[in-house]
């Protein structure tokens, strides 16, 4: 019984990752071929991009205050108190910079994303664009690949930047911390590789947020129950992908920026 029920949930498992490969092929196959719609790219970069900048500020700020408090109150126990401004800047710029900003990216557009095409899916919607010669591909996945995988890092700059402005606030106005001490460690310890490796990150967690709520709500079926699970995968999935992926990005990307 127990055999038989993790087979069925690799089988699944591998048939979910052929197809996500399948549709990632098609998209690029896609914009090989074809001219993607600037007007449905700027209305999907307006809803992806604009639209989330209040979460992402929220995240990044929240996040670099508490990333601030908990490094000062650690390293005041060695007199490094000067040290906290690097931390916080490093660690957000390359690791909680992307994660954080992207799974808040995930919740909103992923889940978003699901649920539109997956409504389209059960109405025959999808149907309906093939009987018209359209691709749904082309028409709905593209668009939706190309704003998210350009909103992201532009999102994650943000959310870093306020971030590292949040946590100067509290580290020298509630802390104590000496600005120019802060400010001049900060500087020193952050490098360029650590803007990049975030950035770098970002991007391709915003391709794979698209991707795979893309295919979540392509793959559709049931009904409004059927919606809701598909949003609720493409949520969990999404989350899983960037938690998972992140660490095996920082590796290479470690390696790669140190060769």
Not at 80 to 94: L, N
Not at 128 to 134: E, F, I, K, M, Y
Not at 243 to 252: G, Y
């Amino acid at each position: 019984m127990v055999l038989a029920l993790l087979q069925t949930r690799i089988r699944n498992f591998v048939r979910e990752l052929g197809e996500l490969a399948e549709l990632t092929g098609e998209a690029f196959a896609s914009l090989r071929h074809q001219r993607p719609s600037w007007h449905d790219f700027i209305a999907q970069l307006h809803f992806v991009g604009v639209k989330s900048q209040s979460v992402v500020i929220t995240t990044g700020a929240a996040t670099g205050m508490v990333l601030c408090a908990q490094t000062y109150f650690q390293f005041h126990k060695v007199k490094m108190d000067t040290a906290t401004g690097a931390v916080v800047s490093v660690g957000m710029s390359s690791e909680l910079g992307p994660v954080l900003a992207c799974l808040m990216l995930t919740a909103r557009v992923g889940a978003a994303m699901a649920a539109e095409l997956g409504t389209m899916k059960v109405t025959e919607q999808i149907d309906a664009l093939r009987t018209l010669a359209t691709h749904p591909v082309d028409y709905l996945v593209v668009p939706r690949f190309l704003a998210c995988t350009a909103a992201a890092p532009l999102l994650t700059a943000e959310a870093v930047v306020v971030g590292i402005i949040a946590s100067w606030l509290v580290g020298v106005h509630l802390l104590g911390i000496d600005s120019a001490y802060y400010l001049a460690n900060m500087n020193r310890y952050t490098s360029p590789e650590d803007i990049m490796t975030g950035l770098i990150k970002a991007t391709l967690f915003g391709a794979a947020i698209a991707l795979v709520g893309c295919h979540k709500g392509l793959s559709c079926r049931g009904g409004a129950e059927g919606v809701g699970r598909a949003t609720t995968e493409s949520v969990v999935t999404s989350s899983i992908t960037i938690l998972v992926s992140n660490f095996f990005l920082t590796l290479f990307l470690t390696r790669l920026f140190k060769s």
